[in-house]
C-alpha cells in the first residue's frame, strides 16, 4: 500500500510539474517558498490533531502499537517482559 501511495505521489508531482510549466509558471506562483502565517499554522494543527483523533478512535494507533509489542517482544537487549512458550500447553493442563 506504501509502495503504491508513493507511486501515485511521485506520478502527481510530475504531473502538477508539467502543467505548471506548460502554462509558464513555476511553484513560487502558487505560493511555495513564501512564508506562511498564523491561520495556515493552526489549520494545520487542527487538521493534524483531528487525523490523530480519527486514527486513535479507530484503534489504528492502539493496533499497530500492539503489533509492535507482539514482533519485538524478547528482542529489544535485556528483556523486561517475560517471553510465555512458544509450546502449546498439554491438552490436560
Not at 500500500?1 to 506520478?11: A, H, R
Not at 490533531?49 to 503489533?67: C, D, K, P, R
Request: proline fraction near 4%; hydrophobic fraction near 55%; charged fraction near 10%.
Amino acid at each position: 500500500m506504501s509502495l503504491g501511495f508513493t507511486v501515485s505521489g511521485v506520478l502527481l508531482w510530475v504531473i502538477m510539474q508539467w502543467w505548471l510549466r506548460h502554462d509558464g509558471m513555476t511553484l513560487a506562483d502558487l505560493g511555495w517558498g513564501r512564508p506562511t502565517n498564523v491561520a495556515g499554522m493552526l489549520l494545520a494543527l487542527l487538521v493534524g490533531a483531528g487525523w490523530l483523533l480519527f486514527l486513535i478512535y479507530a484503534g489504528v494507533v492502539v493496533a499497530t502499537a500492539l503489533a509492535l509489542v507482539v514482533v519485538t517482544r524478547g528482542r529489544l537487549g535485556s528483556s523486561t517482559v517475560p517471553v510465555e512458550s512458544e509450546t502449546p500447553a498439554p491438552a490436560g493442563a
